[in-house]
């Protein structure tokens, strides 16, 4: 089960699903306030593992769709949880991974 599991790069499904759906579901669940929400959750939390999750998608040499899973997460725990002005932000999520990809190297064997 685990090689089927990343051979379908599922870890990046899970950390897509849980972040960008999960976490605004929670976030919701909890009361946060909808000023740490943005600030927390989009501004900093998203931002720095959409950078994460470009460079170790290059590093590994996974194939590029990747980097659109989870902006495309992210965009629907937006849709869900957010109000409409935020809905930029996974536009933003994709130029992150995206640049973080291009400008890493390749894994060197």
Not at 54 to 79: E, M, N, S
Not at 101 to 109: F, I, K, Q, S
Request: aromatic share 20%; net charge positive; charged share 10%.
């Amino acid at each position: 089960m685990t090689k089927k599991f990343q051979q379908l790069n599922g870890q990046y499904w899970l950390i897509a699903l849980i972040v960008g759906v999960g976490l605004p579901w929670l976030l919701k669940l909890l009361s946060v306030s909808r000023f740490h929400q943005i600030v927390w959750l989009l501004f900093v939390a998203d931002f720095i593992l959409a950078a994460v999750l470009g460079w170790q998608i290059r590093r590994t040499a996974r194939t590029g769709w990747l980097v659109w899973l989870y902006p495309i997460f992210c965009f629907l725990g937006i849709y869900l949880f957010f109000p409409k002005y935020v809905y930029y932000l996974a536009v933003v999520d994709l130029g992150i991974s995206y640049l973080a990809y291009g400008l890493t190297g390749p894994r060197e064997d």
